[in-house]
């Protein structure tokens, strides 16, 4: 070999799509940076595609799919469940590895009956193939066990979210206002909050939603959504409330907004599902089954110890 022959770096492709920056997003991103940092960066080099779009009808799903299905050559090809199957299918017959970040999945939420029918074949697929060519990464451990007990999955890999404490520590200890946090603006939400916010609005109460999409803004009667442009004021706001709510409407992967309610320091009041039900056991959350358990926690200013020893085991470590 020459002594100044390059050597040709293996590629890691990061392949997703979404319109704005989720948990989810910033998990799946995480993962590929955690995989290059354990395989070598000396080695291997990320790319990262991504469609920051919706994709409803079932033309724009189908040049989605074949995007997705273009751009899974890399070496180690990391997706999401949506392009699973053509990220499967460009790989079956070669020596590349596949890993398919898998945050929930749920026969309750608003899927097209395209996308109910995909992930049932996706299913189905994932099933078949060898843990070799194929691992299905899992945010949590209920859906380690949801996935391989209710879907007979078995190629999995439990990877957390992660979080630097650092960045949140420093709010623990801030002053409650009587100002209650329902959670990040969107449609996974249990409607049942906005009934619950005019109930606390007329106990005194300043309910909000908050979000990281200025267009999504905006006041209403009995609660506001609240814009961030920059996450320390997010973060600012959060530690000064008294309880921040997490009442997903059905079973979802982990929750980010909980998970950093906690580490600044805030109580947080929600149901037991999904890896909900694990960070909110975990860390010693007020776990309820109503709405009106929660509003009877939130007047009687109840409070638990949270169990930042839980949460430490989450600190930003890539291993």
């Known amino acids: 070999m020459q002594k100044n022959q390059v050597i040709k770096k293996q590629r890691i492709n990061y392949i997703s799509h979404g319109k704005y920056v989720t948990g989810g997003y910033l998990h799946e991103k995480q993962f590929a940076e955690?995989?290059?940092a354990r395989l070598g960066n000396d080695k291997y080099e990320l790319h990262i595609f991504r469609q920051w779009h919706h994709f409803e009808?079932?033309?724009?799903?189908?040049?989605?799919?074949?995007?997705?299905f273009r751009k899974a050559n890399g070496n180690i090809t990391i997706s999401v469940a949506r392009l699973g199957i053509p990220v499967i299918l460009r790989n079956i017959f070669n020596e590349h590895k596949t890993y398919i970040v898998w945050h929930y999945y749920s026969e309750e939420d608003e899927k097209s009956w395209f996308l109910k029918i995909w992930y049932k074949l996706f299913i189905f697929m994932a099933r078949l193939v060898p843990e070799k060519k194929l691992e299905i990464v899992c945010i949590a451990p209920y859906w380690m066990d949801f996935f391989s007990q209710q879907l007979g999955l078995r190629n999995l890999l439990y990877y957390p979210n992660y979080f630097n404490t650092s960045t949140y520590s420093e709010f623990i200890g801030s002053q409650k206002q009587k100002k209650i946090h329902l959670g990040q603006v969107s449609t996974k939400n249990d409607t049942q909050l906005f009934k619950l916010a005019?109930?606390?609005?007329?106990?005194?109460?300043?309910?909000?939603?908050?979000?990281?999409?200025a267009e999504k803004a905006g006041k209403f009667p009995f609660y506001e959504n609240k814009y961030f442009a920059h996450f320390d004021d997010y973060l600012i706001e959060m530690a000064s409330s008294a309880y921040t709510l997490a009442f997903?409407?059905?079973a979802e992967g982990w929750n980010r907004v909980a998970h950093e309610?906690?580490?600044?320091?805030?109580q947080v009041i929600g149901k037991k599902l999904g890896g909900l039900g694990d960070l909110l056991s975990g860390a010693n959350g007020h776990i309820v089954a109503s709405m009106e358990e929660a509003e009877a926690i939130i007047i009687n200013q109840e409070v638990q110890l949270i169990n930042?020893?839980?949460?430490?085991?989450?600190g930003e470590n890539m291993d």
Do not use: M
Not at 204 to 211: A, E, I, K, R, W
Not at 308 to 314: A, E, N, S
């Open 261 to 266: 309610s906690f580490l600044v320091g805030t």
């Open 308 to 314: 930042y020893h839980f949460l430490d085991k989450f």
């Open 248 to 250: 997903p409407s059905f």
């Open 57 to 68: 009808g079932i033309l724009s799903q189908l040049f989605l799919l074949f995007w997705a």
């Open 198 to 213: 005019e109930r606390l609005h007329a106990q005194g109460y300043s309910c909000y939603f908050s979000t990281n999409v």
């Open 34 to 36: 955690a995989a290059l």
